[in-house]
């Protein structure tokens, strides 16, 4: 298969189904499934 190719944000593992979110950079970022706690945690805005 032929994913996208994008890589989750904290664990720098290729995403499965990544979530958009924004950083506190105002950058937009994948995350994984996984990570979506820690996005959370971060504050980090959902696109
Ligand atoms: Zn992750």
């Not at 032929?2 to 979110?21: D, H, L, M, Q, T």
């Amino acid at each position: 298969m032929f994913g996208i190719g994008k890589k989750c944000f904290f664990c720098r593992k290729k995403a499965v189904s990544p979530r958009c979110y924004v950083a506190d950079t105002g950058k937009q970022v994948s995350v994984c499934v996984h990570c979506v706690p820690y996005a959370e945690r971060r504050a980090f805005r959902k696109c």
